[in-house]
């Protein structure tokens, strides 16, 4: 599946124009047009049970949450990525102020937020941040591992075109069934680890990350080590790709994602991978291993004792790669001491292999579109494919 990053961002507008009636046709996205970057989230089911407190915006200059970086004085033309880096490497509160319509902004360097302080960047639904196909857009990088209390929150924003640039591959050459590829290259708009995420009424897409490997992924969004977890609501996740993880990738990181939507994403790996002395002489990560990536062509988790939770989301149309599983969900708890929760959730259209492996509870098929091992597999008020 191939995108253009340029159409894709003209979209945005687009989008508004066909749902709301707002803003004109589209036109270059780079000069910024329309009123608002449009909808996002899903558009035909909601989580019966409502968004926590972390779903939801933060109300940017109320008490509690002063303004700290204005980025641009009321232009587009003010908008500049020097602006917008300047503002993110001090981190705290940030908005923009780019003038009535809506603003792209290039992302030629991948901006380094602060791991020591809480940032929300709020675009007000008119900032699209662009990596032109060539730039991982943010990066967070704590050399520790699920020990920080630091929050990144992206809200009302649109990230296009990221792009994870791996550098280290897996020595070669080896022979398959040994794992090819690469062993970095993760999180084409948002690479994390050691930070707690919040994601709110924000679209991703046209992002990617390494296309091949047994372990790295995350087209769109990886978090590695994270004390509180990943919380996304009222998103969007298109025609993201990675080997693993197409659209949104977690190690050791809890994943909580409500009200979203998950269509069009691609994991570009095949044949999975496993440990398998017998297969492969060669070792790599540890383990002499086989198969490289494919899992997960929406939404990936992997790790102990981390839990997945779905509601009110729409995952539609993606895909795993060949021989690999979870087209819609890949969600392995390695110590069976992470659950999965499904609620007023669609997931169809996906494909992929697929197995349902639980340590207790009556619930033990989540369907087709799901590869997971858990503890337990809770499925209310939602349609799987497969079941």
Same mark, same amino acid.
């Given at each position: 599946?191939?995108?253009?990053?340029?159409?894709?961002?003209?979209?945005?507008?687009?989008?508004?124009?066909?749902?709301?009636?707002?803003?004109?046709?589209?036109?270059?996205?780079?000069?910024?047009?329309?009123?608002?970057?449009?909808?996002?989230?899903?558009?035909?089911?909601?989580?019966?049970?409502?968004?926590?407190? *972390?779903?939801?915006?933060?109300?940017?200059?109320?008490?509690?949450?002063?303004?700290?970086?204005?980025?641009?004085?009321?232009?587009?033309?003010?908008?500049?990525?020097?602006?917008?880096?300047?503002?993110?490497?001090?981190?705290?509160?940030?908005?923009?102020?780019?003038?009535?319509?809506?603003?792209?902004?290039?992302?030629?360097?991948?901006?380094?937020?602060?791991?020591?302080?809480?940032?929300?960047?709020?675009?007000?639904?008119?900032?699209?941040?662009?990596?032109?196909?060539?730039?991982?857009?943010?990066?967070?990088?704590?050399?520790?591992?699920?020990?920080?209390?630091?929050?990144?929150?992206?809200?009302?924003?649109?990230?296009?075109?990221?792009?994870?640039?791996?550098?280290?591959?897996?020595?070669?050459? *080896?022979?398959?069934?040994?794992?090819?590829?690469?062993?970095?290259?993760?999180?084409?708009?948002?690479?994390?680890?050691?930070?707690?995420?919040?994601?709110?009424?924000?679209?991703?897409?046209?992002?990617?990350?390494?296309?091949?490997?047994?372990?790295?992924?995350?087209?769109?969004?990886?978090?590695?080590?994270?004390?509180?977890?990943?919380?996304?609501?009222?998103?969007?996740?298109?025609?993201?790709?990675?080997?693993?993880?197409?659209?949104?990738?977690?190690?050791?990181?809890?994943?909580?994602?409500?009200?979203?939507?998950?269509?069009?994403?691609?994991?570009?790996?095949?044949?999975?991978?496993?440990?398998?002395?017998? *297969?492969?002489?060669?070792?790599?990560?540890?383990?002499?291993?086989?198969?490289?990536?494919?899992?997960?062509?929406?939404?990936?988790?992997?790790?102990?004792?981390?839990?997945?939770?779905?509601?009110?989301?729409?995952?539609?149309?993606?895909?795993?790669?060949?021989?690999?599983?979870?087209?819609?969900?890949?969600?392995?708890?390695?110590?069976?001491?992470?659950?999965?929760?499904? /609620?007023?959730?669609?997931?169809?259209?996906?494909?992929?292999?697929?197995?349902?492996?639980?340590?207790?509870?009556? /619930?033990?098929?989540?369907?087709?579109?799901?590869?997971?091992?858990?503890?337990?597999? /809770?499925?209310?008020?939602?349609?799987?494919?497969?079941?």
């Amino acid at each position: 599946m191939s995108f253009d990053r340029r159409a894709a961002a003209a979209s945005l507008v687009a989008l508004l124009a066909a749902c709301d009636g707002g803003g004109g046709g589209p036109a270059d996205p780079d000069a910024g047009v329309g009123d608002d970057i449009g909808p996002a989230g899903n558009p035909s089911g909601a989580c019966m049970a409502g968004v926590p407190t *972390r779903g939801q915006p933060v109300a940017t200059g109320a008490p509690g949450h002063a303004v700290d970086h204005v980025v641009g004085t009321g232009t587009a033309a003010s908008c500049t990525f020097a602006a917008l880096e300047a503002a993110v490497t001090a981190g705290g509160v940030i908005t923009f102020d780019c003038g009535p319509g809506v603003v792209t902004i290039p992302v030629t360097a991948t901006l380094a937020l602060p791991i020591d302080r809480d940032t929300v960047i709020d675009g007000g639904r008119k900032v699209v941040l662009d990596g032109g196909g060539a730039t991982q857009i943010l990066r967070f990088d704590s050399p520790n591992f699920r020990a920080l209390e630091t929050t990144v929150t992206l809200q009302r924003l649109a990230l296009v075109g990221g792009k994870a640039t791996p550098t280290e591959a897996i020595p070669s050459p *080896r022979p398959a069934p040994c794992s090819q590829g690469w062993n970095d290259g993760e999180g084409g708009a948002l690479y994390m680890r050691d930070g707690n995420l919040n994601v709110v009424d924000c679209i991703f897409r046209d992002h990617q990350a390494a296309p091949l490997g047994p372990d790295t992924g995350g087209g769109a969004i990886y978090v590695l080590g994270s004390k509180h977890g990943v919380v996304i609501a009222d998103s969007t996740f298109e025609g993201n790709r990675a080997s693993n993880a197409a659209a949104v990738g977690g190690l050791f990181a809890e994943l909580a994602i409500y009200d979203s939507l998950f269509t069009g994403n691609t994991a570009l790996g095949h044949d999975a991978n496993n440990n398998d002395p017998a *297969r492969c002489a060669f070792m790599n990560n540890g383990q002499n291993e086989i198969g490289s990536g494919g899992n997960g062509g929406a939404i990936y988790s992997d790790g102990a004792s981390v839990d997945v939770t779905l509601c009110g989301d729409r995952i539609v149309d993606n895909a795993a790669g060949v021989a690999a599983f979870g087209g819609g969900l890949f969600f392995t708890s390695n110590d069976f001491g992470g659950d999965l929760v499904i /609620t007023d959730t669609v997931m169809t259209g996906n494909s992929g292999g697929h197995w349902t492996q639980v340590a207790t509870g009556a /619930t033990t098929d989540a369907g087709s579109a799901v590869g997971t091992n858990a503890h337990s597999l /809770t499925i209310t008020r939602s349609t799987l494919q497969g079941l």
